[in-house]
Structures are given as C-alpha cells and as structure tokens.
C-alpha cells in the first residue's frame, strides 16, 4: 500500500510539475508597445519594442521610439545602454553584476502559472489574472501587482494581449503584445552586450 500511495504522489507531483512549467515556454521572442502614463502630463507614452526571453533569467529589451534604450541581462552581468538622441554624441551604457530584479525576476518567476504559489496568489477575473506578489518580492522587484490578459479563447502564454506591471513607486506600465513566438532558438550572443563606439560607460 506505501508503494501505492508512493506511486500516486509522484503522479501527481509530476503532473503539477508539468502545468506550472508549460505556462512560459523556455523561450520566447515578441513584439509590444510599451505604455506608461507621464506623471506630467497625464498623457500616454507610447514606444514599440522587442523582446527576447530565455529560461533562467537571460532577457534582452530593446525600446525603439524617440529615446532608444537596450537592457541585457545574462546570470551574471546586466546592461543598461541609451542611444544617443543627436547623431554624433556619446551613447550611455551602464554594467552591472545581476541582481535578479525587475523584469528578469518576473519573467523567471512566471514560471510557476496562474495558480496560487509561494511567490504570488493568483485572482481570475473575466478574461484577466491579477498577480499579487509576495512581500519579499515587492520588496525585491519594486512590483506590487501584475495584471494578466488574454485573447478569448486559452489562457495559455502564447494568448496573451497584454501584461500590466504595478510597481511600488511608480506609475503602471503596460506590455501591449503585438506578436509571441515560442520556443524559439536564441543564442547566448543574445543575452550579451558590446558597447558602441563613442559610449561612455559606467561600472
């Protein structure tokens, strides 16, 4: 009979395994505009962007409106570079060792699905998921809450229309999905980054 019941709870430790680890693929590549609200003004700023995602904590961002900015980061080592908004001035790149934070933890962290977790308790409401973070996490990310919607139909990764992030200290910002590709083929070039010519750059 402990065989049995043995048998069983690996069944099901198995099965559960298995649900919360094919919400996010191990790699992913889209497309968004990136929203936020000026503080200012009220009024929304609007910029496209790319993202690049790998299974642990490798992203790559890229933001392509006025104000061109690229974040990199691998387990070990983040960059943080802003174009030059004049052509022939000086880029700005700051590096870093990981810390794990912001959206490189929450995207790790997506890992564990849309059910309730050590991370995160989980709310279903018509067609969204609010995701409440821990105590820790808020603390660690700066994020209080994210805000999960889909398309009609699944509620599966790849169906996503957009991701609200509600930070602590700052205004809301919106992922607006244009396009997900799973499981797609990056390599390691893509979690690294050089420094232009002409950058000053901060350690």
């Known amino acids: 009979m402990k065989i049995f019941y043995a048998i069983v709870f690996f069944l099901l430790a198995e099965v559960l395994r298995a649900n919360t680890s094919s919400f996010i ?4 590549s889209a497309e968004f505009d990136h929203v936020q609200k000026s503080t200012l003004s009220g009024r929304e700023k609007i910029d496209p962007g790319s993202l690049k995602y790998r299974y642990p904590s490798n992203i790559r961002f890229e933001f392509l409106g006025k104000n061109k900015i690229t974040f990199v980061s691998n387990p070990k080592t983040s960059w943080y570079y802003t174009a030059p908004v004049i052509k022939g001035e000086a880029g700005s790149l700051s590096q870093e060792n ?3 934070s912001g959206p490189v933890k ?4 997506l890992k564990n699905g849309l059910s309730n977790n050590s991370n ?7 067609g969204h998921y609010v995701l409440q973070l821990n105590d ?19 509620s599966d990764f790849s169906n996503i229309k957009s991701i609200e992030l509600n930070y602590v200290n700052k205004n809301p910002v919106t992922l ?7 499981d797609v083929t990056l390599a390691d070039s893509n979690f690294s980054f050089e420094a232009p010519t002409n950058t000053l750059i901060n350690h």
Do not use: C, R
């Open 136 to 154: 820790a996490l808020k603390k660690e990310m700066g994020i209080a809450k994210a805000i999960l919607v889909f398309a009609e139909g699944k």
């Open 106 to 109: 929450f995207f790790d962290i």
């Open 176 to 182: 607006k999905f244009k396009s997900i590709t799973k």
């Open 98 to 100: 990981t810390t794990k």
């Open 25 to 28: 693929p191990a790699t992913f």
């Open 120 to 126: 995160y308790s989980v709310i279903a409401e018509n």
